[in-house]
């Protein structure tokens, strides 16, 4: 149970971004949520779409080098310390968040966070534990 993320490995030239986000559009693929991070000389791009394997193999036949992941998104209130009470639960459970982004899919008043864990079974048991809305598309 979790969501499939594509992280797209780009080179950190002018334009790479909109060469990616062309082939998508190209291919008639929605971006649900984005997030980019980037060092002196290449990037991740981390994407959820909404036709995951349209997506593979529109970046694949494009000359991308892409990867698939399974992250867990989760609803929350888009309220201040909905966030805090979501990392304290990880913390006191002892599980590592590699990284975190947001999307702007929540419901009104909700926010949707897509989360990188290290021990994904363990995070998705206290998401389920504590009653946290999990989603499971987009």
């Known amino acids: 149970m979790g969501i ?3 992280s797209v490995f780009l080179e950190n030239n002018t334009g790479r971004l909109a060469e990616v986000t062309g082939c998508l559009a190209d291919a008639g693929i929605n971006l649900r949520a984005i997030s980019i991070a980037d060092t002196a000389d290449f990037g991740i791009l981390r994407i959820i779409v909404n036709k995951q394997e349209e997506a593979l193999a529109a970046l694949t036949a494009a000359g991308f080098t892409t ?8 609803e929350i209130g888009d309220v201040p310390g909905s966030l805090a009470k979501l990392m304290k639960l990880f913390r006191d459970a002892n599980v590592n968040i590699e990284y975190l982004y947001a999307s702007l899919e929540g419901r009104e008043g909700r926010a949707a966070v897509i989360f990188k864990l290290s021990n994904f079974e363990h995070g998705l048991e206290i ?5 946290i809305t999990l989603l499971e598309r987009f």
């Open 67 to 74: 990867r698939e992941n399974d992250v867990l998104a989760v």
């Open 127 to 131: 998401i389920k534990k504590h009653g």
């Open 4 to 6: 499939k993320q594509i």
